[in-house]
């Protein structure tokens, strides 16, 4: 029996909602099967059933009781004849949406959606506190960056929280015994604008350049806010942009005669190259 999911969403509650078109009822003792794309694990849900004939149907599983591991698991339908994948037509969120979820405290986060192949999968990720980025700048001399403050908890208000950005170099050093991790590294800070759950800081790119005296290394940015126990990355994860790397290039800029530029990491963190 042919079934197209219409409508997929993953509700505040981690609970996933889906609105099938079908062509019948669905078998008694259909299940909704969730398979690990890369260990091939699979949990079952039964799902409750009706004799009635109808063209839609609703479902809705919830996802925590599942201890559903982080990656990406595939959707399928078993009935009496067999198990086929969950075709969709419905990309499964939508940018607003993802705002709102994060504004949640969490720890896992879950996300539906249509795979270019066109079937119903869900996305689990760590959910860990970060700041948001949704737009950079480099002008006047400055890097200067917005966004959302995800996962932290953070009510979505008008008040204030005391916060300051740092770029932190990361640079390999052949000493016999470097510092944690192996780097050598130099921070410049400056003070940050945080209300509610939104924030806004700029960092002087001639200060980053004058401390770093070799002219090449790679910066990593954070925002350290009250309320929040540890600083946080920025990142760009709550859209549908994966692999940035590879996908947005910005121009460098020229500071002191020295190339700066962002760009991201393999998985989407922000940041800033001097001299490469």
Not at 85 to 100: A, E, K, N, W
Not at 174 to 186: I, L, Q, S, T
């Amino acid at each position: 029996m042919r079934v197209v999911v219409t409508d997929a969403e993953v509700t505040l509650a981690d609970v996933l909602s889906l609105r099938l078109a079908i062509e019948g009822p669905l078998d008694p003792g259909t299940k909704l099967v969730l398979r690990h794309r890369a260990t091939g694990v699979e949990r079952e849900v039964a799902l409750a059933t009706t004799a009635v004939r109808a063209r839609d149907a609703t479902l809705a599983v919830s996802l925590a009781p599942l201890t559903l591991g982080a990656g990406r698991w595939d959707t399928y339908l078993r009935q009496e004849d067999g198990r086929s994948r969950i075709r969709s037509v419905d990309p499964g969120f939508s940018l607003d949406h993802l705002d709102t979820y994060a504004l949640s405290k969490r720890t896992v986060a879950y996300r539906a959606y249509r795979t270019r192949n066109g079937y119903l999968a869900l996305r689990v990720s760590d959910a860990e506190p970060a700041a948001e980025v949704r737009a950079v700048w480099f002008r006047e001399g400055r890097f200067e960056v917005t966004g959302l403050l995800a996962y932290t908890g953070l009510d979505d208000d008008d008040s204030r929280h005391e916060a300051r950005i740092a770029l932190r170099r990361r640079q390999p050093v052949p000493v016999k015994d470097p510092p944690e991790g192996g780097k050598d590294a130099a921070t410049v800070a400056a003070a940050a604008t945080v209300q509610g759950v939104r924030f806004h800081a700029a960092v002087s790119l001639v200060d980053v350049v004058a401390a770093d005296p070799e002219g090449v290394g790679t910066w990593e940015p954070s925002l350290e806010v009250e309320g929040v126990p540890s600083p946080l990355r920025l990142a760009s994860r709550l859209d549908d942009v994966d692999g940035k790397r590879g996908r947005l290039h910005y121009p460098a800029m020229r500071v002191d005669g020295v190339p700066v530029r962002p760009c991201y990491t393999a998985d989407d963190e922000l940041r800033i190259e001097v001299g490469v």
